[in-house]
């Protein structure tokens, strides 16, 4: 038997080149992002399963993938992908879990250092001729508030309190089902005033969901100090662009340092408000995982998924929609 064909949508299929090519489980076949004519590659190639990025997927997908098929998310988030739908039609939905913490808690410190040391804000001026050193700040005994402290907020927390010497405050609606250790932090909070009340920094590590749509709006942005730094690695849906807009133009917030957004590629609430334009932000394309080191790994990772469905082990998947399970009767 030859082996099961895999499509690949095109920037995933670039991201893991390397690993794409180089299998001989499956045989990986780019295909367009495009939901109608990514269902039209499934039906012509006979593809039993996907790999996708963070395109969002919400019909033709799960009526044209078999049953059994994953739907593999190239990366960790997956808002982008309707489980109620996959798991209706016997679909197993999988993520990348684990392998990209280091590259996206690196990027967050890297953000909050550029914005301590004003660090875009002068290279632009370089660039333009002007000699105008700004007076930046120690990130030693500086404060971040870390908002939803699982695995990438873990390591963030690492870095932080180890390389920097900062005193770091985790925010989590409950304390239970903590990832990794509390060593890391100086505080737990359950209450986010309590937990950004002294921060010269609040990072965001909440995943994207009906629950956390919007949570940085306008009451919460209120809560952080004038001298704060909001940053975002998590994703777009959680912040208000709109709260985050008028916070930043007034100046009831430092800056903002964003990775992630509502909307992307970009596309701001209306023309009269785009961040990009601000010069208290620091903005970059959605880069948290887009290291040589950490491509690799959700490739690998994700190509692993579909093996293992192959082989029939559902239970050794990285499954976002385990009830799919007690649907197959397993």
């Given at each position: 038997m030859p082996p099961p064909i895999v499509l690949v949508t095109p920037p995933e299929l670039q991201r893991g080149a390397a690993v794409f090519r180089s299998t001989t489980a499956?045989?990986?076949i780019e295909a367009p992002s495009d939901e109608d004519a990514l269902?039209?590659?499934?039906?012509?190639?006979?593809?039993?399963?996907?790999?996708?990025?963070?395109?969002?997927?919400?019909?033709?997908?799960?009526?044209?993938?078999?049953?059994?098929?994953?739907?593999?998310?190239?990366?960790?988030?997956?808002?982008?992908?309707?489980r109620i739908k996959a798991t209706a039609a016997g679909l197993l939905c999988t993520n990348t879990p684990g392998v990209l913490d280091q590259s996206v808690a690196e990027l967050t410190l890297l953000l909050v250092a550029a914005a301590a040391r004003h660090v875009t804000t002068m290279?632009?001026?370089?660039?333009?001729?002007?000699?105008?050193?700004?007076?930046?700040?120690?990130?030693?005994?500086?404060?971040?508030?870390?908002?939803?402290?699982g695995r990438i907020g873990s390591a963030v927390a690492r870095i932080a309190s180890r390389g920097f010497e900062m005193r770091v405050i985790g925010y989590r609606?409950?304390?239970?089902?903590?990832?990794?250790?509390?060593?890391?932090?100086?505080e737990i909070a359950t209450d986010f005033g309590d937990a950004v009340r002294e921060a010269d920094f609040v990072s965001l590590h909440i995943p994207a969901g009906s629950e956390n749509r919007h949570f940085i709006n306008r009451e919460r942005l209120s809560l952080l100090q004038p001298h704060a730094w909001l940053i975002n690695?998590?994703?777009?849906?959680?912040?208000?662009?709109?709260?985050?807009?008028?916070?930043?133009?007034?100046?009831?917030i430092a800056g903002a340092a964003l990775d992630v957004f509502d909307r992307e590629p970009y596309q701001p609430i209306d023309s009269q408000r785009d961040l990009r334009v601000l010069e208290n932000v620091i903005a970059v394309p959605h880069v948290g995982s887009h290291t040589v080191a950490c491509n690799r790994r959700m490739a690998e990772r994700a190509l692993q998924n579909i093996?293992?469905?192959?082989?029939?082990?559902?239970?050794?998947m990285d499954l976002i929609n385990p009830d799919v399970l007690r649907l197959m009767g397993r």
């Open positions: 499956v045989t990986c269902a039209e590659a499934i039906r012509t190639s006979g593809a039993r399963h996907v790999i996708v990025g963070g395109v969002p997927y919400r019909d033709r997908l799960y009526s044209t993938l078999p049953a059994r098929g994953v739907i593999a998310r190239f990366g960790v988030g997956y808002d982008n992908i309707d290279a632009a001026q370089m660039r333009q001729g002007t000699w105008a050193p700004i007076e930046g700040t120690e990130l030693h005994g500086r404060t971040l508030a870390i908002v939803g402290y609606r409950s304390t239970s089902g903590v990832a990794g250790s509390d060593g890391e932090f100086a690695t998590a994703r777009g849906a959680v912040v208000d662009e709109g709260a985050l807009y008028d916070a930043l133009v007034e100046r009831r093996v293992l469905a192959e082989a029939r082990n559902f239970t050794a």
